[in-house]
Structure formats: structure tokens, C-alpha cells
């Protein structure tokens, strides 16, 4: 994963260069939007693979991120991040892996994901009448190898699900769950509970 993820940050580095260079000639929005089309597409593209790697791989996509956001703002490199990340709504990138993963785990819980997925997670139900029969709570799966076994989608979906409060969980449809995953995790992201 680290040749993956070192290629990704270089790749991404490159295009905001070159966006850097002509900056001067186009417009804030246009900027913005080049931003989002090549660094976004290569921050997102990771973001399933990269759940629970370690700390010292997710900050070099942080790096990557925390440069687009000054490239946008304008701001200089010793600049303090956190405040312009929470300016431009932008979930921090380990903050985004989960929100992918628990997009497609809402997904697939209401038929709007392929049958592959649907196989892979399964709604708990308890054998008598718990408390937690009415938390939309899915089956944790057992997994051998904590280095890879967590970060399997069937362990790693069970897993963020669970710990999210039920109002996120019972959400009616996905934009409404899209949008209170977004300030669930944003809220968490930058300690605003």
C-alpha cells in the first residue's frame, strides 16, 4: 500500500504545481473546481483502500490535502489548517474514508448498492427482545490478522455503522443521511459536539 499511496500524493503534488502556476490567470472558482477535479479524484480514489492504515500513511494524504486547501485560500505553508479546512466544509482525510465507507454500507442496507455488497454485511437481530433491536445495528464479523483483517469492508462497515448515533442510522433517505453523516463527521473531526 505504500507504493500506492507515495505514486497517489506525487501524482497529486504534480497537478498543484502545475495549478499554482496558472493561478494568477484564472479565476478563484475556476481554481477551486481544477482543485476538486484532480486532487479530490486522487484523494478519493484511496479513500476505501486507506481505512486504518497507519497514522504516518494517512498524514501523507493529509499533506496533500492541507496544500490544496492553501493553494484555494491562498494562505502561506506555517498558516494553521484546521480553521480553513472547517472554512471550505472539507472533512479531513481519514474522516473521508469513513464517510465512503459508511455511504456505501447505507447504500447496500437499502438496495441501492450491487448484490455483491449486499452480501457482504448482514443486520443483527438478536434471538429475543434486546434494547438493541431497534438500534440498526449490524452483525460484527470476526477477522484473524488485525493488520489486514480489520480493514476488510465486512469487519471495517459493521464496525463505523455501529458506532454512529441513531439519528445518522435511521436517516429516510441518502441525501438526508449524506448530509448528517457529513456534519456527524465533521462535528468529530474537529471536536464541534
Known sequence: MVPDINSTCKSAFYHLRNIARIR???????TETVVHAFVDSKLDYCNSLAYALPKYLLQKLQYVQNAAARLITGIRKHDHINPILMDLHWLPVNQRIQFKILLLTFK????????????????YVPNRKLRSSSAFLLKQNKWNLKSYGFRTFTVAAPFLWNSLPLEVKSSPSLNIFKSKLKTHLFNCAFNLN
Open 24 to 30: 494568477k490567470f484564472i479565476s478563484l472558482k475556476t
Open 108 to 123: 447496500s442496507l437499502n438496495g441501492l448498492a450491487p448484490v455483491y455488497i449486499d452480501e457482504m454485511i448482514q443486520r
